[in-house]
């Protein structure tokens, strides 16, 4: 009866479209990590001035990469039917809407980001650090956001193993400028934090041009390059029409961690370190999963340009399947080394540190606790996706999390005085309910599908 279950090609495929996004992804996580780590082990207020910054910065960024996400369905279920000149059109716009998203962003961080900091009440030393790291963070938001999109083109046609390889050596070079800037080595200056936001920069721009190189040599990739960049109606039309919810559904969850490391903010400097810590941690295994929905996002779409809707709920179920198994052993490794692991993010020797460390130790428990959840949601958000089912899911993300989630974390932290523990505890609650809620909706779909 299992056999009749599980199809072991699909299971293979998957695997063969995530592993290359899952690694390029862990890449993105450790240049994060080495700003963390690196700032950490320099000062713990830079540290909590890192974890304010990328707490706003990541709303910005997850919001452009998921307009350039939008590319990846529609890419994907065209390549299927063989619509080459399509997929040139859908890239060529890509270009244009990613770039002139990038610009605004920059100027946006630059001229109007040091304004806003004021109204966020956060400690004082924490915001004069955040200003000027947050502005190299903003200049680099424009190669990110055309990397991602010429990534996510390149992963709808089946190459996900090139930008694999780019994201690490992106993050071999951010984590030697990091090193160079921060601390001042030879010839370099010692920078301090504002030295992690130009690495931040000089590592994505080289990414950018890395793998513009990789689309004009590239046998079957440079097919697709645009011979000229101009908007047109109906492909430009399309990608916004997907890419726009898509950024959205993803800004409301990272949003939403955003929000509550600014009311951890309202709480303490101390509490903020840990909570950057803890973030940091997480984010592992969040984006492994993300990895597996990406995967499953080109798979689907494959069926769904098929109409073999039969096996596209198949092969949903199997990757909902692989993210409950993978998240339990994140759990369960979480829970046992629990202790161990603030130290790898910490300076033991500051004078916060022992503090910083048992708040981060309480934390890491919460997050245990949510690591289905938050694999669930965002794997089966890819498969929809890969359905190009958008505007319902994106309403459900916006419920869950700051219609349940971000109130429960306010009220739990301010009014039963839990605090810190009891915004985690907000996180917990908003990723169940999309979680259970997504999966509801893809099991509906693809039942009408089946039936029609």
């Not at 994907?76 to 997929?87: E, G």
């Not at 304004?115 to 004082?124: E, S, V």
């Not at 990272?254 to 803890?278: C, D, K, P, Y």
């Not at 301010?414 to 999309?434: E, K, N, P, R, S």
Request: proline share 3%; aromatic share 12%; with cysteine.
């Amino acid at each position: 009866m299992v056999k009749k279950i599980i199809d072991n090609a699909q299971l293979k495929q998957l695997f063969s479209l995530s592993y290359p996004i899952i690694l390029g992804q862990l890449a993105t996580v450790f240049m994060m990590t080495a700003d963390t780590v690196m700032v950490g082990n320099y000062d713990t207020i830079a540290l909590a001035a890192v974890s304010f910054s990328n707490n706003i910065f990541m709303i910005f960024m997850i919001a452009g990469m998921g307009v350039g996400i939008g590319i990846k369905p529609l890419a994907a279920a065209a390549h299927a039917q063989a619509k080459t000149n399509y997929c040139r059109l859908l890239l060529q716009n890509g270009i244009l809407i990613w770039t002139i998203i990038g610009i605004a962003f920059a100027l946006f961080f630059h001229f109007a980001m040091p304004h806003l900091l004021h109204f966020m009440n956060q400690p004082p030393e924490v915001e004069i650090l955040a200003q000027q790291y947050l502005k190299w963070l903003g200049y680099a938001l424009l190669p990110i956001m055309v990397f991602n999109g010429l990534q996510q083109f390149s992963e709808a046609l089946g190459f996900s193993r090139q930008p694999m390889m780019l994201n690490v050596i992106g993050n071999l070079l951010n984590a030697l400028f990091n090193y160079l800037l921060i601390f001042g080595i030879g010839i370099f200056p010692e920078m301090g934090l504002i030295g992690a936001g130009v690495a931040t920069l000089l590592a994505r721009i080289a990414m950018l041009i890395m793998i513009v190189v990789l689309f004009s040599k590239h046998a079957t990739l440079k097919k697709f390059m645009p011979r000229k960049i101009k908007m047109q109606k109906i492909p430009a039309f399309k990608l916004l029409k997907t890419g726009l919810p898509i950024g959205m559904q993803l800004s409301f969850e990272v949003g939403a961690f955003s929000m509550a490391g600014i009311m951890v903010g309202w709480i303490g400097t101390e509490a903020l370190a840990a909570h950057q810590v803890v973030l940091t941690i997480s984010v592992v295994s969040f984006l492994t999963a993300s990895g597996i929905g990406q995967g499953a996002t080109t798979q689907i779409a494959d069926y769904m340009g098929k109409m073999e809707f039969r096996k596209l709920r198949r092969a949903g179920f199997h990757a909902i399947g692989v993210i409950i198994a993978f998240m339990t052993l994140c759990a369960v490794f979480i829970i046992l080394f629990r202790n161990q692991l603030p130290a790898w993010y910490i300076d033991m020797n500051d004078d916060n540190a022992l503090d910083i460390a048992a708040i981060a130790v309480v934390l890491l428990f919460i997050v245990s606790l949510y690591q289905l959840s938050d694999g669930i949601q965002v794997v089966v958000m890819g498969i929809l996706r890969g359905m190009e089912d958008i505007k319902i899911p994106t309403a459900i993300t916006l419920f869950a999390y700051w219609g349940v989630g971000m109130p429960a974390g306010y009220a739990l932290a301010f009014y039963a005085d839990l605090g810190v523990q009891g915004v985690w505890f907000g996180l917990l609650i908003g990723l169940t309910v999309a979680a259970v809620l997504l999966t509801w909706r893809f099991h509906k779909l693809t039942k009408k599908r089946i039936n029609a």
